[in-house]
Nanobody
Framework: QVQLVESGGGLVQPGGSLRLSCAAS????????MGWYRQAPGKQRELVAR???????KYADSVKGRFTISRDNAKNTVFLQMSSLKPEDTAVYYC??????????????WGQGTQVTVSS
């Protein structure tokens, strides 16, 4: 069983920066990929960034060049450095982790989410 706890959310002005972190605890064995998703009011949840065990990354087009995802495998922690924040980045940000539980089978875990509000 894996628990994911996000931190670092809050209120920030447009153009500002924020750093999110997500720590996996419990039995975080064989975690393959970790990532960040977000959901704004009235919208579908969307992928923000994802990072694999080999540090390969994927970003949503809307955040490329502004957000950077990183990972500390020894600490089972993933980070999201957000810069040049815009009001449209306002959303609840969720941490995600995939765990290999059987041959060819993955199980996904989700954090409770952390609110990011970009406003003057």
């Amino acid at each position: 069983q894996v628990q994911l706890v996000e931190s670092g959310g809050g209120l920030v002005q447009p153009g500002g920066s924020l750093r999110l972190s997500c720590a996996a605890s419990g039995s975080p064995f064989s975690i393959t990929a970790m990532g960040w998703y977000r959901q704004a009011p009235g919208k579908q949840r969307e992928l923000v960034a994802r990072i694999a065990s080999d540090s390969s990354t994927k970003y949503a087009d809307s955040v490329k060049g502004r957000f950077t995802i990183s990972r500390d495998n020894a600490k089972n922690t993933v980070f999201l450095q957000m810069s040049s924040l815009k009001p449209e980045d306002t959303a609840v940000y969720y941490c995600n982790a995939d765990q290999q539980v059987a041959s060819g089978l993955l199980y996904g875990y989700w954090g409770q989410g952390t609110q990011v509000t970009v406003s003057s």
